[in-house]
């Protein structure tokens, strides 16, 4: 598998916007935490991680057992170290928040002890004695290789079917880069599998290049985790000029590849949820003058997180609000501007009200399409509104089929993608062991 990514990548120009700390910053920042019995921290992380004991460890030196606490329960700690929306899980969860001080910084303390762990060298875990069972793992994202994780610890034989080169998913291609870049991704991809015996079979995709059937024949059970589909495009006068690109695409685009933006001084991304302001931020980033969020809302209706938006504001980026799209507007089939049709608090038209901004590069940020449709040839499988229906613990209504990650939860974060990856991992193996399966 071709993990290598090319060395000019647009994405590098971005520096950590959290500064990792140093041994004394987390050895302060551990001895102020309270270890708080039925601690609310943990209750807010979805792969509830035991963090009052991992940050006791770090206050007492034992940095290395500190990130086996983080591991144990999340094997991609160190990514969600990083990318972890924090302010609204962990740490918007601390005691601390109530006491007017300020929270427990729990992901710069869990990337410190994880980055320790991974510069000491150390992976911790083990393949368990061969059982015979082999399983396949559907999509190479965080999902997947969670669950691949926890089932090659079982003793299983794991396959992982990747349609693209890179594995990772969209914590290699999707994640912004001031937050995490693809490279960092990759390492911890390596490192994940250096507990061996993980075949991934990359470039083939499912259903198209290997049937649900033929998977049924090889392999003993299937986790599907091929997350969410191609950015949703608007079909408007216009919608096929040269600078209008899927918000999805354009950050895969900047952090695997070059993009171009020499000749981009007006940017609008239109969209008001995390992937819209994770991409106006890089916009900003990468050196654009002008980045403007349009979005059919209010400041108060947008999805995205009140903490990325305020930062962006001091970055610099405009909004325009209550703003939908009408039509792009070009010269010769290149992107001149965008026509907006005004909207009231209710996200209604106003009769008669437009507004035209300069625009020469457009991303959508509306969403992405819902892959579950994919299934269609599994029998017992269900699927609502593109959403594969599972169990608590992960199982479809296939025999032998689980599924977790974007691709079940309809798009969350990293960390519910491993939670949904792993919980599904122990109910396979259960299963395979002959346990049953929890739906059948
Ligand atoms: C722009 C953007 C920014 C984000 N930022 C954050 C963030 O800061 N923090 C955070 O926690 N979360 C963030 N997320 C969400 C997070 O990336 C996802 O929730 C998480 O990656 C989901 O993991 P997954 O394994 O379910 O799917 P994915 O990461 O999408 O991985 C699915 C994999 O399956 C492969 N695949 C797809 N179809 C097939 C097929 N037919 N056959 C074989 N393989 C297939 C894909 O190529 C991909 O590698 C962001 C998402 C986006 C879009
Ligand atoms: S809630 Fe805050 S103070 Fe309490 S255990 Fe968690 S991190 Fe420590």
Not at 45 to 64: G, L, S, W, Y
Not at 96 to 118: C, E, V, W
Not at 119 to 134: N, V
Not at 183 to 205: F, Q
Request: aromatic content about 6%; charged content about 20%.
């Amino acid at each position: 598998m071709n993990q290598k990514l090319p060395a000019n990548r647009a994405e590098l120009v971005f520096e950590d916007f959290k500064k990792p700390y140093s041994e004394q910053q987390a050895r302060a920042e551990a001895n102020r935490c309270l270890y708080c019995y039925d601690a609310p921290c943990i209750q807010a992380c979805p792969t509830e991680i035991d963090i009052p004991t991992f940050i006791r460890r770090i206050a007492n030196e034992n940095v290395e057992g500190a990130a086996k606490t983080i591991f144990d329960s999340n094997i991609l700690g160190m990514s969600c170290a990083r990318v972890c929306p924090v302010e609204t899980l962990c740490v918007g969860s601390c005691v601390y928040n109530h006491m007017d001080a300020s929270p427990i910084q729990i992901g710069k303390l869990q990337r410190y002890a994880t980055d320790a762990a991974f510069d000491a060298g150390l992976s911790f875990y083990e393949a368990g004695e061969d059982t015979g069972k082999s399983v396949v793992c559907i999509g190479g994202g965080p999902a997947s290789l969670a669950a691949a994780h926890r089932l090659r610890r079982f003793g299983h034989k794991v396959t992982i079917i990747e349609k693209d080169h890179y594995l990772g998913g969209l914590n290699t291609t999707g994640i912004a880069s001031y937050k995490m870049k693809a490279d960092r991704s990759l390492t911890e991809v390596e490192w994940l599998m250096s507990i061996g015996g993980i075949e991934v079979r990359s470039g083939i995709s499912v259903p198209d290049q290997m049937s649900w059937a033929d998977l049924q024949a090889e392999f003993d059970a299937i986790f599907v985790g091929f997350g969410l589909g191609e950015d949703s495009l608007l079909s408007l006068e216009g919608a096929d000029s040269k600078g209008i690109m899927g918000a999805v695409d354009f950050i895969a685009k900047m952090k695997l590849g070059m993009v171009d933006l020499s000749s981009v001084q007006h940017a609008i991304v239109i969209g008001g949820g995390n992937t819209a302001l994770d991409a106006v931020r890089e916009l900003k980033g990468l050196g654009i003058d002008n980045v403007t969020l349009a979005y059919r809302g209010g400041e108060a209706q947008m999805s995205g997180y009140a903490h990325e938006w305020s930062e962006a504001k001091r970055e610099g980026v405009s909004a325009s609000w209550r703003s939908q799209p009408l039509a792009f507007i070009h010269n010769n089939g290149k992107l001149t501007g965008v026509e907006f049709q005004l909207m009231d608090e209710n996200k209604k038209a106003i009769d008669g009200q437009t507004k035209t901004l300069n625009a020469d590069l457009v991303l959508l940020a509306i969403g992405q399409g819902k892959l579950g449709a994919l299934t269609s040839g599994l029998t017992g499988i269900e699927v609502e509104k593109g959403k594969i229906v599972t169990d608590a613990h992960g199982a479809t209504g296939a025999k032998g089929v689980y599924a977790g990650g974007d691709c079940r939860n309809g798009g969350k974060e990293v960390v519910n993608a491993v939670a949904e990856g792993d919980q599904a991992a122990q109910a396979m193996h259960t299963f395979i062991m002959g346990g049953g399966s929890c739906r059948t």
